[in-house]
């Protein structure tokens, strides 16, 4: 039988439980809730107080509660849109002025109620700034015409072209504004709708000229945009910037256009030295000539010789620097490795000298350099390069010729190759003369010449006095223009001579 008694029960256990020491360790290590089975519970004893076990801390990923923090709102990262910001607005601002840090940019002002982005101004500046870019541009295209007399002088259809320009120029402004990233792709647009003959109209110096007028006139009106000072600032720093990006964008299209209108040039100039060449009509050559700009008044003179490099462009720019620095048009044409240039303004004393020539013969490649006649005009320009064309064929056979020769010192060489023209020069210009001064005169040059330049010799076979040999030279070199005691001379009477007997033979002359 269970005594009642607790103290009984705990100072005899074996007599109550009747079990064994294993089985009252056991009994003694089961939790509290086991001996509720007994009739009274136990007295409960006072809980022992317990050490809590240190958790790891948990990684805290810093939470949006701006009410509840002490941070800033200028240590918010920027990252943050802005729209999530417009509903927590008065809290920050609250707790950035009991902190005593300046408002950041990015978040909203309390005083106004708008909301600033990253060029610090709002929403409503920018959508009434939107609003009156038109009005803008209308100001500005009418101070244009106003402080600018070139400006008004402009067809209509020219100044409507400004003034589609300027007001999307405008347009990109605030667009610019709210993307600043993409500012070049922006400005670019207000010139890609521009017609293309705007740049022959408006010089870049001109365009500059209007871009600054323009600024002049967004910084005068844009401060009434503005609800405040910062804004105001932020107004006028950007259409400086925005103005620059302008600036650049209208030399890029400047750029592009000269770029465009240099290959078209060159493909035009290349027509007209090969119209030139091949003896198109006149009308065709010198339209095409006036359209580079070429004084159809102005002499020609054509020369011909070996092109000194196989890139074309550096050939171009070689021959135009030389011919700028002597003051004288050309237009050329690179045919293979043959070099065509057409000099302008070459009269006979600058070719006599020699200057224009030598200047110009410093940009030909090796090998002989042929210079044509000097005709009138650039419609008579084909004579001059059928001359120097045969000349140039020719040349070879003289190897001591000066560099540059002109064509008609080659008349005997080109009579030899075939040239009908050099035969039919060399009988009216040298040897008729001589015939028509008389038997007396053209026997003793001859004599002269079958003497090998003896003059003593020549005065015995003709019977008469030295000095009258060195009388008849004289005047058979005042007829002919060559004087028999000079080798290159003698060879070209020879040849004029012996080319009118055989003409005089076939019945030509």
């Not at 620095?325 to 006599?352: K, N, S, W």
């Not at 000066?402 to 040897?431: C, F, H, Q, T």
Request: proline share 9%; net charge neutral.
């Amino acid at each position: 039988m269970t005594s009642d008694n607790p103290r009984r029960t705990r100072s005899n256990p074996d007599a109550s439980t009747g079990q064994d020491p294993k089985t009252e360790k056991t009994a003694r290590s089961t939790p509290p809730a086991s001996k509720s089975s007994s009739s009274k519970p136990p007295k409960p004893k006072p809980p022992k107080p317990k050490t809590p076990k240190p958790k790891p801390p948990k990684p805290k990923t810093p939470t949006p509660k701006r009410a509840e923090s002490d941070t800033p709102a200028s240590d918010i990262p920027a990252s943050e849109p802005p729209a999530s910001e417009t509903t927590e607005s008065e809290t920050t601002e609250s707790e950035t002025t009991e902190s005593g840090a300046p408002p950041s940019r990015s978040t909203s002002d309390a005083a106004s109620g708008t909301v600033r982005g990253r060029n610090r101004l709002s929403a409503r500046t920018l959508r009434d700034l939107e609003r009156s870019s038109g009005r803008i541009a209308k100001a500005s295209v009418a101070a244009m015409e106003e402080r600018l007399s070139w400006f008004s002088r402009l067809p209509a259809d020219q100044r409507a072209s400004v003034l589609f320009i300027t007001q999307a120029g405008a347009t990109g402004f605030v667009r610019w504004l709210r993307d600043p990233e993409h500012a070049l792709e922006l400005t670019t647009e207000a010139f890609r709708g521009a017609p293309r003959d705007l740049s022959r109209w408006i010089s870049l110096r001109q365009t500059v000229g209007l871009v600054r007028l323009a600024i002049e006139v967004f910084e005068q009106q844009l401060p009434d945009f503005a609800a405040d000072e910062t804004e105001s600032a932020a107004l006028v720093e950007g259409i400086l910037r925005y103005g620059r990006e302008v600036a650049f964008a209208a030399a890029s299209s400047y750029a592009a256009a000269a770029e465009a209108r240099g290959a078209w040039d060159a493909r035009l100039e290349a027509l007209v030295v090969d119209g030139i060449v091949r003896g198109d009509a006149e009308e065709s050559v010198l339209s095409r000539a006036a359209a580079l700009g070429w004084d159809p008044a102005a002499s020609a003179t054509v020369m011909v010789g070996t092109s000194p490099s196989d890139d074309p462009p550096t050939v171009v720019f070689e021959v135009r620097s030389r011919a700028a620095r002597a003051g004288c048009p050309v237009l050329l044409g690179v045919q293979g490795t043959r070099l065509v240039v057409v000099a302008g303004g070459a009269d006979d004393e600058q070719t006599r000298d020699g200057a224009l020539l030598d200047t110009l013969a410093a940009a030909f490649g090796d090998g002989p350099i042929v210079a044509g006649p000097t005709v009138g005009s650039l419609g008579e320009a084909h004579a001059s390069a059928a001359e120097a064309l045969s000349a140039m064929r020719a040349v070879v056979a003289w190897p001591g010729a000066p560099r540059p020769v002109r064509s008609i010192d080659l008349l005997p060489e080109r009579a030899l190759a075939g040239d009908p023209s050099a035969e039919r020069r060399l009988v009216d210009e040298i040897a008729r003369p001589l015939e028509e001064a008389g038997p007396a005169l053209l026997a003793t040059v001859e004599g002269y010449l079958e003497t090998g330049g003896v003059l003593e010799m020549c005065a015995r076979q003709l019977f008469v006095h030295p000095n009258t040999v060195r009388y008849r030279l004289r005047k058979a070199a005042e007829l002919s223009g060559r004087n028999a005691a000079d080798p290159r001379d003698a060879l070209v009477l020879r040849v004029a001579l012996a080319a009118s007997r055989l003409g005089r033979s076939r019945g030509q002359w």
